[in-house]
């Protein structure tokens, strides 16, 4: 495991308020050599309204055979199903070759029909998970749909609520949305709050790879429920440009990771703001990292000096990091463009991009990698300027927040070379 963390600048202004950026890198552990991993209980919570009929269920159906089939009898799995009403096709069981095979059986009776209580169906998954906890394991519902919740729990902020508040308790959501209809602002924020990840699939067929991709890296996982925590002294404000759950107390600011698979290269910006203070004095902070496993368990500090204007003003710049800041703001700027394109506010989506454009072009200087995000971002003003279609639309948002996850175009975890 690996932790390196960096300043774009190290001086901060004495007679004002400065604001850094602290690039984390962290890399997850290998997976052990012995080929032994922790257990893991899931449950399948598969949308099962009329506008999954035909293919969708199919391949859902498919998608959930296979998942289940790369499971040990140390694991659990589950599988529910919902529309207007909830079935719990499989309650929690121990994935042993015959109740793998009696779950294949439930799975194919599987069909489309009915409204979308996801809240409902979601929670009724939570629930097999939450009363089969792994302990010391990976536990996971994962949750597909193509459309709109339409019944019952409906709120993006109460399921978001309840998303974290289920993580607080063991049990991690990752979200699966299908096709053009359903709302990515609410799965994604199921997924962040609840510790896992958002996942866009455009095509149907797509399906089957997506679920065995997060299947997959839930096998994968080395370091269980990782943190990030910034220590300081009081007047230091933290918050964070990625997209991770953050949690301030007192003189601590904690950043929820969730899991960590076999080699994860994750990449994290935070902005520190800091009082003002004596020119020559020196402020720290302590950046550590920790896994619930243990397994992960490393920390840095990082030191600024107070010091004049003039010193401020002229001091170097450290541009990876200043690269990596300004894709999270472009990536930040984009998802925002992208909901007012939708709303029909093409001038002020563009106004937005150019914001962030002219702001680090401000500091680009000659410097090839910033000058190119300039670029896109003016580019990207004149398209969202103009009204776009709903997949359009989706495949730019699902790429952006990969990007701020770390996650490549597919949303598979970033690997060490």
């Known amino acids: 495991m ?18 850094r950026f602290v690039r984390i890198d962290v890399t997850a552990p290998p997976a052990p050599t012995d080929h032994r991993r922790p257990a893991a209980s899931l449950a399948f919570v598969i949308d099962r309204s009329g506008s999954m009929h035909g293919a969708k269920i199919e391949l859902a159906r498919q998608a959930v055979r296979e998942a289940i089939a790369r499971l040990s009898a140390a694991d659990r799995f589950a599988v529910v199903a919902y529309d207007d009403r909830i079935d719990v096709l499989v309650p929690s069981t121990a994935a042993t070759p015959d109740a793998r095979g009696a779950a294949i059986a439930a799975i194919d009776r599987l069909d489309a029909r009915g409204n979308t209580n996801l809240g ?7 629930a097999q ?9 990976v536990n996971r519902v994962l949750l597909l749909t193509d459309g709109l919740a339409n019944q019952g729990m409906t709120s993006s902020e109460e399921l978001a609520g309840h998303a974290a508040e289920l993580r607080r308790r063991g049990v991690a959501t990752t979200t699966f949305g ?31 790879d997506h679920i065995s991709g997060e299947v997959g890296e839930l096998l994968e996982v080395t370091a269980r429920d990782a943190v990030v925590e910034v220590t300081g002294p ?32 994750v990449e994290i910006v935070l902005r520190l703001r800091f009082p003002y203070g004596q020119v020559g004095r020196e402020i720290g902070a302590l950046v550590s990292i920790r896994s619930a496993d243990g397994a992960v368990d490393a920390g840095q500090t990082l030191r ?18 200043d690269r990596v800041v300004a894709r999270a703001f472009a990536d930040r700027a984009k998802t925002d463009a992208i909901r007012l394109n939708r709303i029909g506010e093409f001038a002020q989506a563009r106004r937005a991009l150019l914001a962030v454009a002219a702001r680090v072009h401000a500091y680009a200087g000659n410097d090839h ?19 776009q279609d709903e997949r359009s639309r989706k495949v730019a948002y699902s790429a ?10 597919d949303g598979q975890a970033l690997r060490r070379q």
């Open 234 to 265: 009081e007047g230091i404000h933290v918050d964070t440009l990625s997209p991770y759950p953050l949690e301030a107390h007192g003189e601590r600011t904690v950043l929820r990771l969730g899991d960590l698979v076999s080699d994860q290269a």
């Open 129 to 137: 998970v939450a009363d089969n906890l792994a302990v010391e394991g």
């Open 369 to 387: 990698e910033l000058r190119e995000i300039v670029a896109d971002l003016r580019g990207e003003a004149e398209r969202w300027a103009v009204l």
């Open 304 to 321: 600024w000096t107070y010091a004049d204007d003039r010193a401020n003003d002229h001091q170097p710049r450290d541009r990876e990091v």
């Open 178 to 208: 299908v096709g053009e209809d359903f709302d990515e602002a609410l799965l994604r924020a199921m997924a962040d709050a609840g510790g896992g990840h958002f996942r866009f699939i455009a095509d149907a067929r797509q399906i089957v």
């Open 120 to 126: 409902e169906g979601w929670l009724r998954g939570c």
């Open 2 to 19: 690996s932790l390196t963390v960096r300043s774009d600048r190290l001086l901060i202004r004495a007679t004002d308020t400065s604001s």
């Open 400 to 409: 952006t927040y990969n990007s701020l996850k770390s996650r490549n175009l």
